[in-house]
T-cell receptor, first 110, second 114 residues
Framework: AQRVTQPEKLLSVFKGAPVELKCNYS??????LFWYVQYSRQRLQLLLR?????SIKGFTADLNKGETSFHLKKPFAQEEDSAMYYC???WGGGGNKLTFGTGTQLKVEL | NAGVTQTPKFQVLKTGQSMTLQCAQD?????MSWYRQDPGMGLRLIHY???????DQGEVPNGYNVSRSTTEDFPLRLLSAAPSQTSVYFC?????????????FGPGTRLTVT
């Protein structure tokens, strides 16, 4: 069965500390993977996508097919990074269903 | 472009009442979806559509109906509201083709069922 797991509900770090938001998936194929972010009182929006190999706002995410993980990382957390982060796989077979993990609330403290 | 719009922003219903949550997009996107967001549960897919006249069920479809008569609109109907349907509802759209396309979200509708 297809499943995505974000093990941490809440992650609290100090400003300037490294951040790693974990995402694991179980799937027999290779899904396309995204990270979405929801800042306070704003709409859910795309942060980055695996297929683009991009770095957005200092965040990167590496797909590890062996560990079936897509962790989100940033070397130095900023206060404005405080938000809810969702790992979102787009499963194969037409790619119509974008599903979401349970989310991790990141809190960056001064 | 207005992007994805949703109405109403807030709604309170009594158990057993019915209502329709409206969603519209002006980006000519083929794909549209409805999600509900609950604490600790993330976003769960209710129904989705790959084009006008075509809809399919997501993870949690029970108690909800959808239709897609035009590319622009994708309303979500609650047939007989229950307290378990208290949630924040998000509509989203994205273009067809290429699995790397971004999904755009509406601002959400906060529904309370008493």
């Amino acid at each position: 069965a297809q499943r995505v797991t974000q093990p941490e509900k809440l992650l609290s770090v100090f400003k300037g500390a490294p951040v790693e938001l974990k995402c694991n998936y179980s799937y027999s194929g290779s899904p396309e993977l995204f990270w979405y972010v929801q800042y306070s009182r704003q709409r859910l929006q795309l942060l980055l996508r695996h297929i683009s190999r991009e770095s957005i706002k200092g965040f990167t995410a590496d797909l590890n097919k062996g560990e079936t993980s897509f962790h989100l990382k940033k070397p130095f957390a900023q206060e404005e990074d405080s938000a809810m982060y969702y790992c979102a796989p787009l499963w194969g077979g037409g790619g119509n269903k974008l599903t979401f993990g349970t989310g991790t609330q990141l809190k960056v403290e001064l | 472009n207005a992007g994805v719009t949703q109405t109403p922003k807030f709604q309170v219903l009594k158990t057993g009442q019915s209502m329709t949550l409206q969603c519209a997009q002006d980006m000519n996107h083929e794909y549209m979806s409805w999600y509900r967001q609950d604490p600790g549960m993330g976003l769960r897919l209710i129904h989705y559509s790959v084009g006008a006249g075509i809809t399919d069920q997501g993870e949690v479809p029970n108690g909800y109906n959808v239709s897609r008569s035009t590319t622009e609109d994708f309303p979500l109907r609650l047939l007989s509201a229950a307290p378990s349907q208290t949630s924040v509802y998000f509509c989203a759209s994205r273009p067809r083709g290429g699995q790397g396309y971004e999904q755009y979200f509406g601002p959400g509708t906060r529904l309370t069922v008493t």
